[in-house]
């Protein structure tokens, strides 16, 4: 039966980039590899000027209703600051929160084609195979109270709260602790468990879940350390994870390793199979409508797709074997691009990897 996917293309470079990710997808549909039905909506700064709201209740009910939501990015200056119920972010996590998507998973993966591109020597990140595990709905970024108040001074405070429920924490934890199952059984946990009441308790909560996981290595690492050791010796981490802001912080810093923010997809899932699928950078508004934003993370993003959400493992592999075979052809987007090799915009990069598409069967 026919799958629903609801397309949200958002702000910036998110259009252009979503663009290449829906060829792939056609490509893929017009030989029969997969039968969905593309659906569109708006979120964010797109949202706002159309109908004043960042996330129009038409959206979240078509996002509820679909199996799988392929998000570009969203926001930009044109839209930030807003009074903070109307910031476009409140677009995007509105979204997650509505679908109850807690678990974020951001794989930083080095392509060997690209070690070049890497801010680390070829020595200390080759085969990097990482997988943060990011809470999402939860932290400082949904804990109340938030905002900025005036006191009777006249001078302003801004405040927001870091909150966890012990649930939260377990049932992100075991998402960790089933995905280091099929790996290396490693887990990092990462908090900052000597100044935060919060993360103390979160550290609590990950050792006692992790007894149900005998098999598991489990250990902790403060934020700042680990933000240290990503850039030091990324290899010492198989499985990470962490909450809402440090996986935020923490999945930006780990991209670099790989050669660029555009290169990592990430998967954000609930407890039913229904899952968003967007590239983890943001809409690049100093990029946008240059046509040279790299697509593979978002093309990356919608393999993720196909092997989470829409029971299409065999079209998710060839899609990274695509990924895979154009950078062996030395096409770089300007953000991967390193000696010897040939510079192209997204589009060209979309197209080279329908064709490679045709290849990997
Ligand atoms: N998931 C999302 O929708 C999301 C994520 C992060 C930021 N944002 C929003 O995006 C806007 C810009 O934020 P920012 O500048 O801090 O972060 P950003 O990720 O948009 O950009 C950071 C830097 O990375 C570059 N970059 C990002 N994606 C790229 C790609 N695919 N190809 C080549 N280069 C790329 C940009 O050009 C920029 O120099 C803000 O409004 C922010 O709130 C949205
Ligand atoms: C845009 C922003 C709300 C978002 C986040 O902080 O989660 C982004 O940085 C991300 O990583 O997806
Ligand atoms: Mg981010």
């Known amino acids: 039966m026919s799958k629903n996917i609801l397309v949200v293309a958002g702000d910036g470079i998110g259009p252009e980039i979503v663009a290449e990710a829906i060829k792939v997808i056609d490509a893929l549909q017009a030989e029969g590899a997969i039968d969905v039905q593309l659906h569109h909506a708006l979120v964010g700064g797109a949202a706002y000027d159309e109908f004043g709201d960042p996330l129009p209740e038409s959206t979240l009910t078509a996002a509820k209703a679909a199996d799988a939501v392929l998000l570009g990015a969203v926001g930009g200056p044109k839209w930030e600051p807003l009074p903070i119920a109307k910031r476009p972010e409140k677009g995007l996590l509105g979204l997650r929160a509505g679908l109850e998507l807690f678990a974020n998973l951001r794989p930083a993966i080095l392509y060997p084609q690209l070690a070049d ?82 993360t103390e308790m979160w550290r609590e909560v990950a050792i006692k879940t992790a007894a149900n996981y005998p098999e598991i290595t489990l250990t902790h690492m403060y934020v700042d350390n680990a933000a240290m050791q990503l850039v030091r010796a990324p290899k010492q981490f198989d499985v990470m994870v962490t909450g809402n802001i440090f996986g935020d912080i923490l999945s930006d810093c780990a991209s670099m390793l790989t050669g660029s923010i555009g290169m990592l997809p990430s998967a954000s899932l609930g407890a039913s199979g229904q899952g968003m699928y967007e590239p983890i950078h943001g809409s690049a508004p100093d990029i946008a409508g240059r046509g040279i934003a790299n697509p593979l993370a978002t093309i990356l993003s919608v393999a993720m797709m196909l092997r989470y959400s829409l029971g299409a493992p065999d079209a998710a592999a060839r899609i990274e074997t695509a990924v895979s075979a154009v950078l062996d052809q030395g096409l770089r987007t300007a953000d991967i691009m390193s000696a010897g090799m040939r510079q192209v915009g997204t589009v060209e990069m979309g197209d080279a990897v329908v064709a490679a598409l045709a ?3």
Request: charged content about 30%; overall charge negative.
């Open 117 to 198: 591109a890497s801010t680390l020597k070829p020595e200390i990140v080759a085969g990097l195979d990482l997988m943060i595990v990011r809470e999402l709905t939860g932290d400082i970024y949904f804990g109340q109270p938030r905002g900025i108040e005036t006191l009777p001074s006249g001078e302003r405070r801004g405040i927001n709260t870091m909150v966890y429920t012990e649930s939260e924490v377990e049932r992100i934890c075991r998402v960790a602790f089933e995905i280091a199952m099929k790996r290396n059984k490693q887990v990092c946990s990462v908090d900052k468990a000597n100044v935060l009441e919060c």
């Open 359 to 361: 290849e990997a069967r």
